[in-house]
């Protein structure tokens, strides 16, 4: 039931190994994974243009996301990998995988099904007892026009929600722990996406008990912890907002995005040591994936 927790220690101990080039390759990725938000919420609040346009954005953004992230991630586990086993690291290893013609390919496809995974336990959860209020809820979203309140007048909650809604947290807790330790196996292991993915399935539910444990734990500590941030962040953020609106904002910015960056990092250091223990990779430092695509 521990080992959730020893990742976490091992994980939150790896910024003393260059710390430089493992912060500054994430802070790449982190600027570069930005990028498509920023680019659609350009387009929407500042253009607005109609719905098929916006559809469009949409469908580029997710694209570009598909084949640019998939890769950079790889790239982040390999630089995780080079810090925690000696090896010579740099921020900029982070592009690496796109020398990598193989492993960015094999990356790619491996999000792909995962995403097609996604989408069905998503369908399946809509049209559970209880989704289709979910899927209402979304609907009336998606046809708010931007900047206003959506209308959610007669969307009475129906009887089996609450069971819905565990069976939905448990179905992200297995799916999400499984894409990550499938794309470790991609980036790290040489599996290819089939392999990968069945591997991210076995070790996630091998592991399901001290994992759900583990999500009860820190989702009441991590509540916890957040709104103490928020509450200091607010205060001062506030208090600098009352001297200038400006000076607020340069101060609120950088902090989260210094957050972000943390989480990102310890993020991917606690699946990195999930991924050595589940699949007993040796502590001694281990070959990077191979060319080859397999499943």
Known sequence: ?????????????????????????????????LIPSVIQMAVQYGLQPPVPVMLTVYALVMLAGLVIMPPLAAGGF?????????????????????????AAVRMI????????????????????????????IMQVAMTTPPGQQP???????????????????FAAL????????????ASLGGRGPLGATADGFMGTLKNLLPLIGFAIVLG????????????????VVGLLAMASPVLGMI?????????????Y?????FYYHAWREIYDVPVAPVPLADETIVA
């Open 1 to 33: 039931m521990a080992s959730p927790f020893r990742w976490l220690m091992k994980s939150l101990d790896i910024g003393r190994r260059q710390p430089g080039a493992l912060f500054g390759g994430f802070a790449l990725l982190l600027v570069i994974g």
């Open 78 to 102: 390999r630089l995780v990998h080079a810090c925690e086993t000696g090896q010579p690291a740099r921020a900029t290893d982070v592009f690496a995988v796109f020398r990598d013609r193989p």
């Open 109 to 136: 496809l491996t999000a792909l099904l995962l995403m097609v995974i996604y989408v069905a336990v998503f369908v399946a959860l809509v049209l559970m007892p209880g989704g289709t209020y979910f899927g209402e």
């Open 151 to 169: 209308d959610m007048t007669g969307l009475e909650p129906p009887p089996g929600l609450l069971l819905w809604t565990l069976g939905a947290l």
């Open 174 to 185: 297995v799916v999400g722990n499984a894409y990550m330790l499938a794309f470790v196996q």
């Open 220 to 235: 009441i500590v991590g509540f916890v912890l957040l709104f103490i941030l928020m509450l200091v962040l607010i205060l």
């Open 251 to 263: 101060i609120a910015i950088p902090v989260y995005l210094v957050v972000v960056l943390v989480i």
């Open 265 to 269: 990092v310890v993020m991917f250091a």
